[in-house]
């Protein structure tokens, strides 16, 4: 495991939280997208609340664990390939040192 100094951590932290307000905001618009269903007529309260129900056990508990389990350095390089991130916005310093966990991710995606 790569060792970070204190400010590349902190940078890593913020990083990695900003990723997670952007994927998590995403699939809430999913959610949203169902609520305006809802409120126009086109579905009913009960099957809104089933997409409540699995948008909870679900995806915000699937996106709660990989960024609860996942190395920080990890959360970034795949946000990175995922475009939550830019790469203006990660410092060079941080994209070279987790250069191989981004191809890594690359990877995943391109098999995918």
Do not use: C
């Not at 086109?42 to 699937?62: P, Q, T, W």
């Not at 996942?70 to 390939?81: F, G, H, M, S």
């Not at 990660?90 to 981004?102: C, D, G």
């Amino acid at each position: 495991m790569t060792r970070y100094d204190k400010v590349t951590r902190k940078k890593l932290r913020e990083l990695s939280g900003e990723s997670y307000e952007r994927e998590l905001g995403e699939q809430l618009n999913e959610l949203l997208d169902r609520f305006h269903d809802w409120k126009n007529g086109a579905i009913e309260s009960s099957e809104l609340s089933d997409f409540i129900h699995k948008f909870h056990n679900g995806v915000s508990r699937e996106i709660y664990k990989l960024y609860n389990f996942l190395p920080e350095e990890d959360i970034v390089a795949r946000a990175l390939v995922l475009d939550y991130l830019t790469e203006d916005e990660v410092p060079e310093n941080i994209i070279e040192q987790i250069s191989p966990r981004i191809e890594i991710y690359k990877q995943k995606l391109d098999s995918e």
